[in-house]
């Protein structure tokens, strides 16, 4: 199963390599898509596998568990590996209109594919101080990605970005030592049962550092101050790729920690979590109220949105966890295309600040279809993919008779909608300030269809989601339960166990 | 299932179905995009039709697709007298709508997508009325809201458009999200989310601890569609969408969603005291506020928004009441008010198409000019107002009925006198209606010339009117539909026969009272309109706009105030929130007891430990200074280099001391273009602050570590160590690790180091066309140079240390799979020797030394640790699996060859390959910043000199 796991993470590798060595030629960007299509059809492939033989594992370098490194995937894994692929062949096909030939001489599309593998990598990874390494890798990746271009905006905020990414990567190797320190152990599924002997107070320090660590990758309230003030400055390409995935690795991280290790003392944790989650909910959804450009509203929203996903593993009910893995799937094809959608409306109707574009449903209607059926899930309107996700938590929450955390939640879905409402009433309805037309045959055919193939191609499957829950959300409850019960996930990486 | 149940499926999903013809269709035309949203309008009303004798004799169809049943959810449909009712008036409302805006819209306006938000609007109200499934009702109650949404807006243009359609999404989604909850909540009480199950297990609801929860969290949902008082004020302002759309969505259908489900849910949830007094006091509250200010209202359409609040208060209170009686006429004015009010809003349209303006005081005088409006008009209007021998009167008394012997509280007055006086205010507005815009003199300054409208626009009020007055001399012809929704509506079998004349009763006498109340409202309604308007009161979109801006605002300033831009306070709050959390996790039970003793500290350790600590400590007093912080942060990273070597770990002490040199070497380059002092960004009592933090981080940080080491573990590195030169064929553990137990987290590193190096480049590059490259230009460097830049002594001295360098490169390289050293290291020690040469003679000079392109090495290198994975794949072994072999060639010891190796020399490729790009990014800095570049080995050429003294003598 070795290469199943490995290919995902080579595949873009070897890409970003293809276009590294041909970054002065068009043919670059090409190569990006190919590669990100043959990532679809790897990952399909390993999603088939998994959902046929349950979790598989491998072990690189054919040392055994848990002396080497392991890759291993379960359905979370897999999904997540899947979902990154079609965001990677969106972006890739966006990209050709979104990104100019300086940005690709200064390596663009090796930065890209080497972020799509540090993504991948960190999914399938099954070994923590590997993660942590995937982890560097979509830091250093993604500030490239964020300071190409060099507008001083960009470099103002990507010293924010990765200075504060930096001290949570910090964090996250201070917690790995103390953990290694405890257990003598880096393989997961080995600290599965490992951490049972060791101090269990001392545990739970170490369980705060990794939610901490995790917390400003994911961008949790109050560790979240690096996102808005970097992801409205780059390239929308990159904008989206980040706004679907890399906050996600947080909560994928967050995810699996905090079901498979760190849940000796839930009482604690989870109940910090559950703050936590209530919290992001709430100031990332009031931020983005008093946003007034385009791009920054979204990059708010992503940060109560995450609130959402941590809602689900802070209540660790099945129906939670099924619905924290559902939002975290639908979320980022819903992100990555609003972002997709922003680049295009700042590029036929001149920017991204609300109260100097409009115009855009009267002259480009199309643009407009498309940006109601992710802004609509995103505010959790029936019957697109956002409402099943916000319902699932929803009746997690009453269920357990959470009743106040279930008000927080609808609340925010509440003032969500307001926001979508004012991009919608300003961006779409009002007539434009200048008296511009943004048209989008201002766009060449070649730039049109690179644009509007993949926002099209989201939002067709935030309909499918919406539509066809089922399959969806039957796939979460597997993921599920594999993540609350970890057997297979253990047996899978390290044998049966006596 | 039956034919019956496929048919109502069909009913179900016609209009979705349908919605997608006319947006697609417009190129075909105004009437032909109306024609293909009439036809599965009038399919659905027709096969409605086809099922309706059934339903009428009390049969209940029903029809059932499994979609999630793991949620408890299923698109399961049913249709009795209730559901019937609803549908037959959404679609039969539905084409006459359609009717009227084909003629009502102009050619300016988008009609393909009008109809397309029609067709959607009309398959989720039919969606609500047909459901057996709350949560299938809830997913449609939401659609309706958002076709809505896109109905109000639909004349974009109009600022108010704009506003109402955000006003009422906001309030009917937040009721909504509330409605959800409450559905959930009831679903919880019964075990089912089937309605049917619901209706039936209404004594186990009402006994239930969550019924009052549920009960309001359901109403607040209600309310809101139903612009219930204090919800009602959307509505007036949703008027800013086209006549159609009021008529349609905010008269007929939407705004009856809440009374539907009211009237849905009444077994369920009605005859409690919470019920009666939550929404019968909700209603009569609504219906008197509402009917006063529509006395009040000039507007035309705003007049007949307030009017249809007041009516909604009216059935909901009805509904409050909890009586079977009250149930049939609440039903019966279902009826009624859908025809005289949509009616009336076409009537108001075609005014406002005609006379170009809607406001009643530029009206008056229009029967001459507008007869058929007129009659049209005065027939609905007198319905409302309630006059016998229309439809209005007969529900109107059914109600006063009701009131006369409603107690509320312990006053038996409190009920008919409020709803007396509603009825007499809606006797005054009606009239008011009737003769200020139709009655009087004509006048000569209307903004446009008005006639009748043609056929298409008046035929359908006309119909509508028909009907009232029908109903209104033959009531019993209703009889029969009556009877089945409010059957549905109670659960009982119930048999009501309407009919004019109830007798003397006290419904009489209220109803005479409310007429010539209405009549004497009417003639003093220019003084009481004065007093009216000069009289103060709360505007509830005031408040709401005032509302939501003090929130934004409020929100804007604490955004703000906490996203200052400034690092040091994100990194506070990171800090505090760390330290705070470690802390009470720290602090719970208490600790085991540790295992281990302490040892005593030795004496070079201590000296250490403080020579770490004085560094340390004075580069955080220093650090404005940055060339001396540099200094010291050399300093700290030999202090721990050589806690590596006491510890017995060379390899780390090797690495450590490659990259302190490499890393400080390039600082300091990198620091010859910087300013060369920080200025002072913090105040003293935030330095005070952030000491404080940080000595409690470090603190914790040192707790933690010194918890840890108290303890014993058991480690996986024994078994590194036992299988280190038996598998991966070293000696040296640490190596193996690096390329072998562990190759793949090293293929990643380098990877960092890789994409660093172009990270750095593509930064500089950026750099030198932007703002710092300009400043960069103008900064003067010639003062603080040394006049020798290039001194003969260190050329010399790095000419020869370069051989000498590669040498040990290569050494450290070749041991490094037995012995201290690796790639790693090695592409350190020759980067340094290059840097070297850099110091020693510029780096034009280097640069034109060097014969392969640091891209290349970079991509070279990782390509090569790549490929030594991907060749223990091809060999059928996992990824990066290694394989090793011994190979003697005299006059050399024997030495091994192992595939590590080869992955090794990727990392030393990459290694050095990202060192000299960064070392290339900052030269080009230094020569974008005018530094003059020399080609010679050094400035001053001996040669020259030499020369010049043999020319000399």
Known sequence: MSWLLALPIAIPFLTAVATFLTRDMPVGRWLSIIGSAILLAASIVLMNTVLREGVIAGQMGGWAAPFGITLVADLLSAVMVLITAIVAVAVSIYALADVDEKMERLGYHALFNMLIAGVVGAFVTGDLFNLYVWFEVMLIASFGLLVLGGRPEQIDGGVKYVALNLVSTIMFLTGIGLLYGMTGTLNMADLASAVDTADQQLLTVVAVLFMIAFGVKAAVFPLFFWLPASYHTPAFSVSAVFAGLLTKVGVYALLRMFTLVFDHDTAFTHTILLWVAGFTMVVGVLGAAAQSDMRKILSFHIVSQIGYMILGLALLTPLAIVGAVFYLVHHIVVKANLFLIAGVAQRIAGGTELSRIGGLYKSAPFLAVLFVIPAFSLAGFPPLSGFWAKFLLVKATLEIEAWFIAFIALAVGLLTIYSMTKIWAQAFWEPHPDGVEPKLSKLSTRERNAFLIPIAGLAILTVIIGTMPEPFVQFAERSAAQLLDPTPYITAVLGEQP | ?953
């Open chain 2, 1 to 953: 299932m039956s034919h019956e149940g496929t048919l109502l499926i069909i009913i179900a999903l016609l209009p979705f179905v349908g919605a997608l013809v006319p947006g697609v269709m417009i190129r075909a035309g105004r009437t032909a995009c109306a024609w293909f949203t009439a036809v599965p309008t009038a399919l659905a009303l027709i096969m409605l039709l086809i099922l309706a004798p059934d339903v009428m004799r009390g049969e209940v169809i029903q029809a059932e697709l499994q979609w999630m049943p793991q949620l408890g959810l299923s698109a399961s449909f049913f249709l009795d007298g209730l559901g019937l009712l609803f549908a037959c008036m959404i679609t039969g409302v539905g084409l006459l709508i359609i009717l009227y805006a084909r003629f009502y819209l102009s050619g300016d306006d988008p009609m393909g997508q009008f109809y397309t938000y029609l067709l959607l609007f009309q398959g989720a109200m039919l969606g609500i009325v047909l459901s057996d499934n709350i949560l299938l009702l809830l997913i449609f109650w939401e659609l309706t809201s958002l076709s809505s949404f896109l109905l109000i807006g639909y004349w974009k243009h109009l600022p108010e458009g704009r506003q109402g359609a955000k006003m009422a999404l906001t309030v009917t989604g937040a009721g909504g999200l509330a409605m959800i909850a409450g559905m959930l909540i009831l679903g919880n009480i019964v075990g089912s989310y089937n309605l049917t199950d619901i209706l039936q297990a209404g004594d186990q609801i009402k006994a239930s601890e969550w019924y009052l929860p549920a009960l309001i969290l359901i109403l607040l949902g209600v309310f809101t569609k139903s612009a219930q008082f204090p919800f009602h004020f959307w509505l007036p302002h949703a008027m800013a969408a086209p006549t159609p759309v009021s008529a349609y969505l905010h008269s007929a259908t939407m705004v009856k969603a809440g009374v539907f489900l009211m009237a849905r849910m009444w077994p369920a949830l009605a005859g409690t005291d919470a019920w009666f007094y939550i929404v019968a006091t909700t209603g009569l509250i609504t219906m008197v506020m509402g009917a006063l200010i529509a006395l009040f209202k000039d507007d035309l359409k705003a007049l007949l928004a307030f009017s249809t609040v007041s009516h909604l208060g009216l059935l909901t209170m009805l509904l409050g009441f909890g009586t079977q009686a009250a149930a049939v006429a609440a039903v019966f004015h279902i009826i009624n008010h859908l025809t005289f009010k949509a009616a009336l809003f076409m009537t108001a349209g075609i005014i406002d198409h005609e006379a170009h303006t809607r406001d009643i005081k530029r009206l008056g005088g229009l029967r001459h000019l507008m007869p058929i409006t007129f009659l049209i008009g005065t027939v609905a209007a007198l319905s409302m107002a309630g006059i016998p021998l229309f439809n209005g009167f007969l529900s109107k008394e059914m109600m006063l009925e009701e009131a006369s012997h409603t107690k509320w509280l312990d006053s038996y007055y409190v009920v008919p006198v409020l709803a007396t006086f509603g009825a007499l205010l809606s006797v005054a507005y009606s009239f008011r209606f009737i003769s200020h815009v139709f009655l009087g003199p004509v006048r000569d300054d209307y903004p446009s010339n008005p006639h009748d409208p043609p056929a298409g626009m008046w035929l359908a009020p006309a119909l509508l009117c028909t009907l009232v007055i029908v109903i209104g001399v033959a009531p019993f012809l209703a009889d029969g539909i009556v009877r089945a929704a409010a059957s549905a509506v109670t659960g009982a079998e119930l048999d009501p026969h309407l009919k004019i004349w109830h007798g003397v009763t006290p419904a009489l006498w209220m109803s005479i009272i409310a007429v010539l109340g209405g009549l004497v409202l009417l003639l003093l309604h220019r003084p009481l309109d004065k007093a009216w308007i000069a009289t103060p009161r709360p505007e509830a979109k005031a408040i709401f706009d005032a509302l939501i801006m003090s929130v934004v605002a409020l929100m804007r300033r604490i955004t703000d105030a906490t996203h200052n831009g400034a690092i040091s306070r994100y990194l506070a709050i990171f800090t505090v929130a760390s330290v705070a959390l470690g802390w009470i996790a720290y602090s719970g039970s208490g600790l085991s007891a540790p295992t281990r003793e302490l040892l005593p500290v030795p004496i070079v350790i201590a000296v250490g430990w403080v020579m770490l600590v004085v560094a340390t400590v004075s580069v955080v007093v220093m650090h404005h200074h940055r060339f001396r912080a540099l200094v010291l942060i050399g300093i700290i990273g030999l202090s721990i280099s050589a806690g590596f070597v006491y510890l017995s770990a060379p390899d780390l002490a090797l690495t450590q001391i490659s990259v302190e040199t490499v890393t400080i070497m390039l600082l300091l380059l990198a620091l010859h273009f910087l300013p060369k002092v920080t200025p002072a960004e913090s105040s003293g009592a935030m330095r005070f602050r952030d000491g404080i933090i940080a000595l409690a981080a470090g603190g914790g940080v040192g707790a933690l570590a010194y918890a840890f080491l108290m303890r014993d573990i058991e480690t996986i590195s024994d078994y590194h160590i036992a299988n280190s030169y038996e598998g991966g064929g070293g000696t040296n553990v640490v190596n193996v690790i690096l390329v072998d137990f562990r190759g793949y987290d090293t293929f990643g590193e380098i990877i960092v180091l890789g994409i660093a190096g172009l990270v750095i480049y593509a930064l500089m590059h950026a750099l030198l066309d932007g703002p710092a490259a300009r400043r960069l230009k103008n900064t003067d460097y010639t003062q603080d140079r040394s006049r020798d830049r290039h001194p003969l002594m260190m050329v010399v001295v790095t000419r020869v240390l370069m051989p000498i360098a590669v040498v040990v490169g290569i050494y450290i390289f070749l041991r490094g799979h037995n012995q201290p050293g690796g790639g790693f290291v090695a592409g350190l020690v020759i980067a340094i020797a290059l840097l070297m040469q850099y110091m020693a003679s510029g780096f034009a000079w280097t640069q034109e030394r060097k014969k392969i392109e640091y891209h290349t090495m970079i991509g070279l290198g990782v390509v090569i640790a790549a490929l030594t994975g991907v060749g223990s794949w091809l060999a059928g072994r996992p990824f990066l699996t290694s394989a090793y072999t011994y190979v003697h060639l005299p006059p050399i010891e024997e030495f091994e060859l192992a595939t590590a190796m080869l992955f090794d020399l990727g990392v030393f490729l990459t290694v050095l390959g990202a060192v000299m790009l960064m070392l290339y990014s900052l030269s080009r800095i230094a020569r974008s910043a005018g530094e003059t570049v020399n080609e010679a080995a050094m400035d001053y050429d001996p040669g020259e000199h030499v020369e010049d003294a043999k020319g000399g003598t």
